[in-house]
């Protein structure tokens, strides 16, 4: 036998690893793509939560600004909480969207770019629900509890007042405004601290972890996965 | 002058580019690496080195040429730094030539005894006897070893009797590696 009868047989054996590689990358991606859709399922679940209490307590707000739209305190105060509930729910709502949009077939490179968008997203999301709820946490309490509330009465300090279904006026304005004022400072503070040291940063080991964190167990289960299918794509040669 | 011509690949191409061209590095590091993290490790350090030379390729030849220039490249680096840690080697074990990941690749007895054979060779000679079983010719595994041509031919034919010895049964003798064989 001679290296020129082995031609044939070496190419028999190149088109056998094709194959084999084929095989193997084809089921590790059916078996991702189930790990992803199943991991993506709570995920999913407690983002439509999160919606439909961002619709509750945009009703709830609008009711209140509604029924007072001749007052300035109660159109800028529950005005606010309505714009901010509406503005989180949005934004709820289409993290939702992108996370469905996922393309478990696509690319690899590409499902992993979507993820990694997905969690940017969520990290955004994530930010302006802390920093807009530093500003309108108060407001936002005292619109919920005079939606909620109505004229019950409420325990404070050991005395029983009577709480019309005005809450919001009876709160004195000064305290309300330095609330807010402090809330604002804030926002202006963690916007400037977050777009000097984390936008620029999350590309980074250290901004991936961040992301990892905010964007919840789910998303960094389907990430893990992708990376795993991806890594065997990649190496797949060598196996 | 040799004037290049850039590929300008972008990532998802050239990832697609590896994965149509998986076969030919699996290929490469079975020969070269006995162990299946070594083969990992020689295929990741083989992309990484096709990404950073993507630039660099010459449409005039086919791009297994310069896929298997650079992959080359890369398992003999590994094979001499291998050797040079591990001198008393042993020759691979005929099972581990023909894993591949969790899936045993059925491999014919005759590639096995080729692989087995191939084994026996120096680093030079194995990239040659790759080259030329894929179907290279003289001039292209020239290019990709930086020989001439004529070169190619005798070691081939030198190459080609002891695996004729080796495959028609005759005990295969380890060839000491020659560095400077072809450059």
Redesign the interface.
């Known amino acids: 036998?001679?290296?020129?009868d082995?031609?044939t047989?070496?190419?028999?054996?190149?088109e056998?690893?094709?194959r084999?590689?084929d095989?193997?990358e084809h089921l590790l991606r059916d078996v991702t793509t189930r790990k992803v859709r199943s991991a993506l399922l709570p995920h999913l679940a407690w983002r439509t939560f999160e919606v439909a209490v961002g619709i509750a307590v945009s009703i709830l707000s609008g009711t209140v600004l509604s029924q007072h739209l001749d007052n300035v305190l109660y159109v800028t105060v529950a005005g606010s909480v309505f714009l901010f509930a509406v503005f989180l729910t949005i934004t709820t709502a289409m993290l939702i969207v992108r996370a469905l949009q996922l393309d478990h077939g696509g690319?690899?490179?590409?499902v992993q770019h979507q993820v990694a968008k997905l969690k940017r997203a969520e990290f955004h999301a994530f930010k302006w629900a802390l920093l807009g709820g530093v500003v309108l946490w108060l407001p936002a309490l005292l619109v919920l509890a005079e939606a909620l509330l109505g004229s019950e009465s409420t325990t404070h300090r050991g005395h029983t007042h009577a709480i019309d279904s005005q809450l919001l006026a009876h709160v004195p304005l000064p305290w309300l405004l330095a609330n807010i004022a402090f809330g604002l400072v804030a926002l202006a503070i963690g916007q400037f601290w977050a777009k000097k040291h984390v936008d620029t940063k999350l590309r980074s080991p250290w901004g991936q972890r961040l992301l990892d964190h905010v964007s919840g167990r789910q998303l960094r289960a389907i990430s893990r996965h992708i990376d795993e299918l991806s890594a065997f794509?990649?190496?797949?040669?060598?196996? | 002058m040799r004037i290049m011509h850039s590929m300008a690949l972008d990532?998802?191409q050239f990832?697609?580019l590896?994965?149509q061209?998986?076969?030919?590095?699996?290929?490469v590091?079975l020969a070269y690496c006995a162990d299946?993290t070594d083969?990992?490790?020689?295929?990741?350090e083989?992309?990484a080195q096709l990404w950073r030379a993507r630039d660099k390729y010459d449409e005039r030849f086919r791009i297994t040429t310069w896929i298997y220039r650079i992959a080359l490249n890369v398992a003999i680096s590994f094979y001499r730094r291998e050797r040079r840690h591990h001198t008393g080697r042993q020759p691979l074990d005929e099972q581990l030539l023909v894993q591949?990941?969790?899936?045993q690749?059925?491999?014919?007895e005759?590639?096995q005894r080729?692989l087995v054979c191939i084994n026996t060779l120096g680093a030079i000679e194995k990239a040659l006897?790759l080259l030329?079983?894929?179907?290279h010719d003289h001039a292209a595994i020239a290019d990709v070893l930086g020989t001439s041509n004529s070169n190619v031919g005798t070691k081939l034919n030198r190459?080609?009797a002891k695996?004729?010895t080796c495959?028609?049964g005759g005990a295969p003798t380890t060839t000491p590696e020659n560095s400077n064989a072809t450059r």
């Open positions: 036998m001679q290296l020129d082995m031609l047989a070496w190419a028999t054996h190149g056998k690893i094709d084999l590689l095989v193997n690319r690899v490179a590409d794509s990649n190496e797949a040669s060598a196996r | 990532a998802n990832t697609e590896i994965r061209h998986r076969g030919l590095i699996h290929k590091t299946p083969r990992e490790d020689v295929a990741q083989i992309a591949t990941g969790d899936e690749l059925e491999v014919s005759d590639v080729l006897v030329y079983l894929d179907g190459i080609k695996l004729r495959l028609t």
